[in-house]
């Protein structure tokens, strides 16, 4: 079956569209920059997040992608939907901000802060929290605690939103939630496999089962802070009951 191609005019288009990226870039980053100062600014999130990380898109990604999106569309006989008027709605990561946080528990009050922060910047919520994820603990866990979920297909966990400004704003930011040991995995897969799949179905297997490894290790840290939470716990339970023993009669 022949492959789908685009057109010279397409191509165009979609040169139109990057140049008028680049020519707005410097908003993007104002927009990173403010929502860093949000991030920086907060006890509760200073507390939490190991580290936060931020980028706008390279324009040689946002390209692939649009080519990609191009060819996707024509397959299937529909048309291109992306113009210069709505790309920076229907591209929703051209900014993009990361949370790192050390174990899996620590996302609900992160959650909890990051809508706080929405709500009083009147910042509008366009989607999530939506936690991408493949295994089903995660999925019970993250339904628990009311965030929704859907399938990672990258065998992946990460809790993702899409933020705007104001209601007159063009620019939205995705923003993403994960535990250092799913960056490790996010770091080695968007270095193989993006903008371009690897066509190594050795590498692309090897990259599975890294996936589970991270995701047994997020397991294994949840545990050890699970163990040092009772532990601490029963330490200051019996250092209260001792204390009353040793409360003298009046």
């Not at 993702?160 to 080695?188: A, D, F």
């Amino acid at each position: 079956m022949k492959q789908p191609t685009l057109t010279a005019i397409q191509l165009k288009l979609i040169d139109g569209m990057v140049q008028h990226y680049v020519d707005n870039q410097k908003y993007f980053i104002g927009l990173l920059n403010t929502l860093k100062g949000y991030v920086e600014t907060s006890d509760k999130l200073t507390e939490l997040a190991h580290s936060v990380k931020w980028r706008v898109k390279d324009p040689e990604h946002l390209r692939a992608k649009l080519i990609k999106k191009g060819l996707a569309a024509k397959s299937k006989g529909e048309g291109f939907i992306y113009t210069k008027e709505n790309l920076f709605q229907k591209i929703n990561d051209l900014a993009g901000f990361r949370i790192l946080h050390l174990h899996t528990k620590q996302i609900e009050a992160i959650n909890v802060e990051l809508l706080n922060i929405f709500d009083e910047q009147k910042w509008l919520k366009l989607e999530g929290p939506c936690a991408r994820t493949w295994d089903d603990e995660s999925r019970k866990y993250f339904t628990k605690i009311g965030i929704e979920t859907t399938d990672s297909e990258t065998m992946y966990t990460s809790v993702h939103y899409v933020v705007q400004p104001n209601t007159k704003s063009v620019l939205t930011c995705e923003i993403q939630v994960r535990t250092l040991m799913e960056e490790v995995w996010g770091e080695v897969d968007h270095k193989i496999n993006y903008p371009e799949k690897a066509e190594s179905l050795s590498c692309r297997e090897q990259i599975k089962v890294l996936a589970r490894v991270t995701s047994s290790c997020s397991r294994l840290v949840d545990s050890i802070f699970l163990a040092h939470e009772e532990n601490t716990s029963a330490k200051i339970k019996s250092k209260g009951s001792i204390k009353k023993k040793l409360t003298p009669l009046k």
